[in-house]
């Protein structure tokens, strides 16, 4: 079965890190696109940052940006979301997301067709 698997998540005081992985079963993420979205209660989800199939191009959602890096391993086919600076309102489930094919760039705002899902991992920002 084709699959993300997202893990790293958990509860951390307000100023904490988390970092988050998401891997694939049953395939590589040779050639895809990554996105990393969450969802907090009562809120639709969110785009928080992707990165380009290639990896040199990355894109964050404003409210993220200069506090998490998105980075993957090619090697070993995982890709990462380093969250620095936690705040509460960072809380939500964390969700990634890949496209397959060759692509230059990311957009953290833009409407891709994602083709996987992972089933997601909580980060809760309390003190």
């Known amino acids: 079965q084709l699959r993300l698997v997202e893990s790293g998540g958990g509860l951390v005081q307000p100023g904490g890190s988390l970092r988050l992985s998401c891997a694939a079963s049953g395939f590589t993420l040779d050639y895809y696109r990554i996105g990393w979205f969450r969802q907090a209660p009562g809120k639709e989800r969110e785009g928080v940052s992707c990165i380009s199939s290639l990896g040199d191009m990355t894109d964050y959602d404003e409210s993220v940006e200069g506090r998490f890096t998105i980075s993957r391993d090619f090697a070993n086919s995982i890709a990462y979301l380093q969250m620095n600076s936690l705040k509460p309102e960072d809380t939500a489930i964390y969700y990634c997301?890949?496209?397959?094919?060759?692509?230059?760039?990311?957009?953290?705002?833009?409407?891709?067709?994602?083709?996987?899902w992972g089933q997601g991992t909580q980060v809760t920002v309390s003190s």
């Open positions: 997301a890949a496209q397959h094919g060759m692509f230059r760039q990311c957009v953290v705002r833009e409407s891709y067709d994602w083709e996987y």
